[in-house]
């Protein structure tokens, strides 16, 4: 089984690394409280397809090692950095979804754009969804913090109680069946209670709007239009007008979890982005293939 360590403290992180060696190469940052599977649908088809897929997990989700810290943005953003290190990858497509996208900017922000090519950022919720100097529309601190406690004292009830507008499962064409539903909340309840609610307090206090015009590399950004997670004018919409080279893509009807309602677009849509642009060194896409 694959692992890398942080290089901030040591921790073991686990990662998948899926298809060809000398494919375009996606590297895949998940979701709060959600390891590498919830990229199924779109790693698997991908890599059949001929790009090299890595998902890293991150630390106290999935099966990578529990840590009582760590959970601060940069440190999150390094460990990210450090799987690229390890598997010297290069001319990457590195997609985030939801607090996913906040570490692939940091990340970039923090380390540089040597290794990355381009990035795709699905249902961020960056630059932020709480009330800051960077977001004044946000939601009220209070009422997150309000928000938290219910979390805490049952997140089996509270992550089977979200599912419906995750999903925006009433809304046409995002049907997800009541056992998927059930397997992504196991998932969810995979993640450590100390990694659900470090990573929690780091959405809290998302603020990164002024990172944006630094990311000189073509963005897709993809949303959905009734995100309730994650609304697209406090989040997609934003990074999109504020990066230099951003291309917006609203889905009708997607709400947070796109990567299961809308699969098939969203696959297309990244199998697209990998395969555009020309790599800024002259190495063809996969160069560092050799280091996997």
Same mark, same amino acid.
């Given at each position: ?6 290089? !901030? ?43 090299r ?41 590195? !997609?985030?979804?939801?607090v996913?996208t ?12 040597d ?29 997150v ?46 993640a450590?209670p ?14 990164i709007?002024d990172?944006l ?25 934003? !990074? ?8 917006l ?10 990567f ?21 060194t002259?190495?063809?896409a ?7």
């Amino acid at each position: 089984m694959p692992y890398c360590e942080s290089p !901030v403290d040591g921790t073991r992180l686990h990662y998948v690394d899926h298809g060809p060696g000398d494919g375009p190469v996606a590297v895949f940052v998940s979701s709060a409280y959600m390891g590498h599977e919830m990229w199924e649908y779109q790693m698997l088809p991908l890599a059949e397809s001929g790009h090299r897929c890595v998902a890293l997990d991150r630390r106290g989700h999935g099966r990578s090692d529990d840590a009582w810290s760590g959970y601060d943005l940069d440190t999150l953003a390094d460990d990210v950095h450090g799987l690229l290190d390890h598997l010297d990858l290069r001319e990457v497509t590195l !997609v985030g979804h939801s607090v996913g996208t906040a570490e692939v900017i940091r990340c970039l922000t923090r380390h540089g754009l040597d290794r990355v090519a381009r990035v795709a950022l699905v249902a961020g919720v960056s630059p932020g969804v709480v009330r800051s100097p960077g977001t004044p529309d946000g939601w009220d601190p209070e009422a997150v913090r309000a928000d938290d406690e219910v979390f805490r004292r049952d997140r089996a009830a509270y992550f089977t109680a979200l599912a419906d507008d995750f999903f925006a499962a009433h809304l046409p064409g995002n049907e997800v069946s009541a056992p998927y539903v059930r397997y992504m909340v196991d998932r969810c309840l995979s993640a450590t209670p100390r990694a659900a609610n470090g990573v929690r307090a780091t959405v809290a206090a998302l603020d990164i709007a002024d990172e944006l015009p630094a990311l000189d590399l073509p963005v897709l950004v993809v949303h959905g239009t009734d995100d309730t997670s994650a609304p697209s004018a406090l989040t997609g919409e934003r !990074v999109a007008r504020l990066v230099p080279d951003g291309t917006l893509k609203l889905y009708e009807n997607g709400g947070h979890g796109l990567f299961a309602t809308h699969a098939a677009r969203l696959t297309a849509d990244l199998r697209e982005f990998l395969g555009a642009g020309t790599a800024r060194t002259g190495e063809p896409a996969g160069a560092g293939a050799a280091g996997r």
